[in-house]
């Protein structure tokens, strides 16, 4: 009796681990979204706001690139390095994939900013590249 309990688990266990992996390999070969940002830090607008802009585009097989356009991106934010990523804003594109909007820098601290777009249309989730805003 042990002996049928012993392979039953080895063959419970084998089935899990690959059903794992191939989740796992699924998962990630979704094609991503191009984010393009201009640094904030270039464009202060005010005593402590900053112009986050940006453009979205979405790879075609044929090698070509369509704007993603009016759709929804999610502006990030988080106060330190082992915090969450908390949604702030959420903003649209216009017709050419491009986004606007202002981001704040603290008096003190450091606050660190991304640009997301989550999964859709056979996409992946893309995240926009980081940006760390603060006063000396």
Request: aromatic share 8%; glycine share 6%.
């Amino acid at each position: 009796m042990r002996v049928v309990r012993t392979v039953l688990a080895a063959l419970v266990a084998a089935l899990l681990v690959v059903g794992v992996l191939s989740v796992s390999a699924t998962a990630g070969s979704s094609p991503k979204r191009i984010i393009d940002e201009e640094p904030p830090r270039d464009h202060q607008v005010s005593y402590n706001a900053f112009k986050l802009k940006g453009t979205v585009s979405e790879p075609q097989l044929d090698g070509t690139l369509l704007p993603y356009a009016n759709q929804q991106v999610k502006i990030l934010k988080k106060k330190c390095g082992t915090c969450k990523w908390k949604t702030v804003k959420k903003v649209k594109t216009n017709d050419s994939g491009v986004f606007k909007t202002r981001i704040f820098a603290p008096e003190t601290g450091r606050w660190k900013w991304r640009s997301k777009v989550d999964h859709s249309n056979a996409y992946g989730n893309t995240k926009g590249n980081i940006w760390t805003l603060y006063f000396r």
